[in-house]
T-cell receptor
Framework: AQSVTQLGSHVSVSEGALVLLRCNYS??????LFWYVQYPNQGLQLLLK??????LVKGINGFEAEFKKSETSFHLTKPSAHMSDAAEYFC????????????FGTGTRLTIIP | DTEVTQTPKHLVMGMTNKKSLKCEQH?????MYWYKQKAKKPPELMFV???????INESVPSRFSPECPNSSLLNLHLHALQPEDSALYLC?????????????????FGNGTRLTVT
């Protein structure tokens, strides 16, 4: 079984500041990891995914995440926050074999302060 | 723009009504999903179709009835719902078998139907 824990249900950063959203995973087998973003009144959109090809993964909209096996973490970062980054962010995990379901974290709401 | 289209965007229905939610994708994906999302919560899996056959039912009450007429369409028929069923209903698709390994495994979501049961 696998799970993800997102630390901080709400994160506020100033425009132009570093964005750091934390995600720790638990998996008995090597995982696939994902970050999704959900803007108000919309569905979820894939930001980036880790599939074991490279530990530093670059995604859309300037976001990136680093897979750290020793820390069981997959934190999402962006060097400079933009007002349009305000949204709900979900970390997700699934096993990299078989047909295991994707498990979502509880989400982190990112607020950007002008 | 999303490649998974859901209609309607909003739906208000009484507890005795029968309504349907529709989902369409033209990406050639063979797995399609229904998720339910309550406010400030992550999506919860309801049903999964693989190659037009129901492969996963997450013990969803029978007042929700899914249907997959063809590889591009997915419906969710609603009957005798309860107010607690009010939520955002999301459709998603993925390439190949449900939750398959590899780069094709990510889910592609529609923008959802916001359902209110009165």
């Amino acid at each position: 079984a696998q799970s993800v824990t997102q630390l901080g249900s709400h994160v506020s950063v100033s425009e132009g500041a570093l964005v750091l959203l934390r995600c720790n995973y638990s998996s008995s087998v090597p995982p696939y990891l994902f970050w999704y973003v959900q803007y108000p009144n919309q569905g979820l959109q894939l930001l980036l995914k880790y599939t074991s090809a490279a530990t530093l993964v670059k995604g859309i909209n300037g976001f990136e995440a680093e897979f750290k096996k020793s820390e069981t973490s997959f934190h999402l970062t962006k060097p400079s926050a933009h007002m349009s980054d305000a949204a709900e962010y979900f970390c997700a995990v699934r096993a990299n074999f078989g047909n295991e379901k994707i498990t979502f974290g509880t989400g982190t709401r990112l607020t950007i302060i002008p | 723009d999303t490649e998974v289209t859901q209609t309607p965007k909003h739906l208000v229905m009484g507890m005795t009504n029968k309504k349907s939610l529709k989902c369409e994708q033209h990406m050639g994906h063979r797995a399609m999903y229904w998720y339910k999302q309550k406010a400030k919560k992550p999506p919860e899996l309801m049903f999964v179709y693989s190659y037009e056959k129901l492969s996963i039912n997450e013990s969803v009450p029978s007042r929700f009835s899914p249907e997959c007429p063809n590889s591009s369409l997915l419906n969710l028929h609603l009957h005798a719902l309860q107010p607690e069923d009010s939520a955002l209903y999301l459709c998603a698709s993925s390439q190949g078998a449900p939750f398959a390994r590899g780069p094709s495994s990510p889910l592609h979501f529609g923008n959802g139907t916001r359902l209110t049961v009165t």
